[in-house]
């Protein structure tokens, strides 16, 4: 019933830009913080950014930051991930997450996952 579903992914060249979308079911993420996180091949699981359930604080990775831009619309129950200025180095299987607590960094504090969406950056 409660859902997750990512969005968005695909292929884009080196310096473009990408919108990825996670819209939540089954649940109302008003009082979630809502996640982003990636996966390479071979790497574990990390935190690209995040928003918090009550003041919209947001964070972001070092290798995010002046990058990407996470938003939420909570009328749609949905979170965004803007991504410009892409390169290689940003591929890898991007997951939404959504956790009840105030705004958290480490995949363990999230409830809910989505099934992740692939984004892939040509050179």
């Known amino acids: 019933d409660v859902q997750l579903q990512a969005s968005g992914g695909g292929l884009v060249q080196a310096g473009g830009s990408l919108r990825l979308s996670c819209a939540a079911s089954?649940?109302?993420?008003?009082?979630?913080?809502l996640g982003w996180f990636r996966q390479a091949p071979g790497k574990g699981r990390e935190g690209v950014s995040c928003?918090?359930?009550?003041?919209?604080?947001?964070y972001y990775a070092d290798s995010a930051k002046g990058r990407f831009i996470i938003s939420r619309d909570n009328a749609k129950n949905t979170v965004y991930l803007r991504m410009n200025s892409l390169n290689a180095e940003d591929t890898a299987v991007y997951y939404c997450?959504?956790?009840?607590?105030?705004?958290?960094?480490?995949?363990?504090?999230?409830?809910?996952w989505g099934q992740g969406t692939l984004v892939t950056v040509s050179s």
């Open positions: 997450a959504a956790t009840p607590a105030s705004i958290a960094t480490s995949p363990r504090h999230y409830k809910y």
């Open positions: 089954g649940f109302t993420v008003d009082d979630y913080t």
């Open positions: 928003i918090s359930n009550s003041d919209g604080t947001t």
